[in-house]
């Protein structure tokens, strides 16, 4: 007696049909209301996170002034005004990270294209410069070709030797036609020296500041904690610099002691340098109501290579981060390796869960932080709190201790990798403007590869039984710095 099979009445007769084959190297994600979410939180996060919401503290300055407890109330508010300033709104995707992706698949590349909005482009040159004998030279070459258009995004532009050296050049670029766009961060770049401002003023630059404090102005109060934290130069239109260094005096020289800091940059050409000068040209048109036009800023595209890169810039008013989301799917799309280097590495619940899942895939997870020389001790504190989490999950650490070290790189399986200014801490992911380079080729991952293998080499690994015994005092401290790990 044959079996008659059921065909629910909800698919119409035309659509009774096999179903389609997916590629095999697909491996379609489970439904995320049948899964775990990835980096649940702790109690200690819900605390922290209740402690630094706004209403809590509005409610109790309303009981302190029903008090007529004037004093007690006027504090309360304050502080309830920097919880709602200071507090991220965003936070990491917790579904549809087991997507199944490996990064030698098309899919991968389309994914990254579809969640951060920009695609791969074509046609273009890519140019690793380690340290600032390296960079800052190529740079300064790059000012004086230029021929109609330099923009700068920086947030940091310090007082100082080669502070002075950029200025006298963008003033020698201004004063030959050459339109000069400057934006600052109004916190990073505060101490930029009034020798500097007057030199670019006098060249004809237009120097602007991002996201001053203004007491009369809401919408800058409101978003007093966003930074831009980019560092970009672009050069008429075509050529662009990124990756972690600012112009300050410790960016000088080869990495050669701890008075020079180890950092690394890029040099790109083709279509991957726009999507930089529209990040510039978005937050300049936010600082001086000026819209950034016109042929010498946005040239045709012209091929400049072969490469195919993605130019990622993040915006904590988007509401999400896409350089966050870029390194989830990259870390889920791991089967082989996995190399960060990283100054200041503060991983999330989700991050920590996703370097856990890759370790159990058979993946060697490798991160390199800044030691002991670290500008940032907040930042430092909150890292080696971590520590042991990350050593429990698999993850091999090493810190650098030669000098500090700055740079931001993050390698995939021998194929895929990423330069840019995000750190891995929730201030770039939440609070800061930030850019990324993101190329799928082997000649770049293995360029890089080799920058990395000869800063381990050069490297202490932290062990377990090291950083089980750090101390009550340390521990102390890391456990008061956590307060504000979302912050920082």
């Known amino acids: 007696m044959s079996r008659r099979v059921l065909i629910p009445r909800s698919q119409p007769y035309f659509l009774r049909q096999q179903p389609l084959r997916r590629r095999p190297s697909y491996r379609p994600p489970p439904d995320p209301r049948h899964t775990r979410p990835k980096g649940v939180a702790t109690a200690w996060t819900h605390i922290r996170r209740l402690l630094w919401s706004w209403w809590p503290w509005a409610l109790l300055c309303v009981y302190f002034i029903d008090q007529r407890n004037w004093w007690a109330a006027f504090g309360i508010a304050i502080w309830s005004a920097v919880c709602s300033l200071s507090t991220p709104i965003e936070f990491p995707p917790q579904y549809g990270l087991d997507h199944g992706l490996t990064v030698n698949d098309p899919e991968f590349v389309n994914t990254l ?10 046609g273009n040159s890519l140019k690793l410069l380690n340290n600032g004998d390296r960079f800052y030279p190529a740079m300064l070459d790059a000012i004086a070709q230029a021929k109609y258009s330099i923009t700068i995004e920086a947030y940091i532009y310090w007082a100082g030797e080669i502070g002075l050296t950029f200025a006298c050049a963008l003033a020698e670029a201004g004063q030959r036609g050459v339109r000069v766009k400057i934006l600052l961060d109004a916190v990073g770049s505060a101490s930029v020296g009034s020798e500097i401002l007057q030199t670019l003023e006098k060249g004809g630059c237009h120097v602007a500041w991002y996201n001053p404090f203004r007491w009369n102005r809401w919408n800058h109060l409101r978003r007093i904690n966003n930074r831009t934290h980019r560092k970009s130069l672009i050069i008429d239109g075509r050529v662009g610099f990124t990756g972690g260094a600012g112009i300050a005096d410790h960016w000088t020289g080869d990495a050669q002691d701890d008075k020079h800091w180890r950092d690394l940059q890029i040099r790109i050409e083709g279509p991957a340098v726009r999507p930089l000068q529209t990040g510039f040209a978005q937050n300049w048109l936010e600082a001086t109501g000026e819209l950034v036009t016109g042929p010498h800023f946005y040239p045709a595209p012209a091929p400049a290579g072969s490469l195919s890169l993605q130019t990622i810039t993040s915006s904590p008013e988007t509401g999400a981060s896409t350089v966050r989301v870029m390194y989830c799917l990259a870390i889920s799309a791991a089967r082989m390796s996995i190399d960060i280097a990283n100054p200041y590495f503060v991983p999330d619940h989700v991050s920590i869960d996703l370097f856990r899942d890759a370790v159990k895939r058979g993946v060697r997870v490798r991160v390199m ?24 999950a698999g993850v091999e650490l090493y810190e650098y201790n030669r000098t500090m070290m700055h740079h931001k790189i993050m390698m995939i399986d021998g194929l895929w990798s990423t330069i840019g200014t995000a750190n891995f801490d929730n201030r770039s992911f939440s609070h800061n403007e930030e850019s990324n380079v993101s190329a799928l080729d082997e000649g770049v991952a293995l360029e890089l590869s080799q920058s990395f293998e000869r800063d381990l080499a050069v490297s202490e690994r932290v062990t377990r039984e090291a950083w089980k015994h750090r101390g009550l005092p340390h521990k102390t401290i890391e456990a008061l710095a956590s307060f504000v790990q979302d912050q920082v």
């Open 113 to 122: 294209a579809g969640a951060a909005g920009v695609p791969f482009l074509a």
């Open 369 to 392: 932080v800044a030691g002991i020389n670290n500008d940032t001790l907040i930042t430092r504190f909150n890292s080696v709190r971590l520590y042991g989490a990350m050593l429990d």
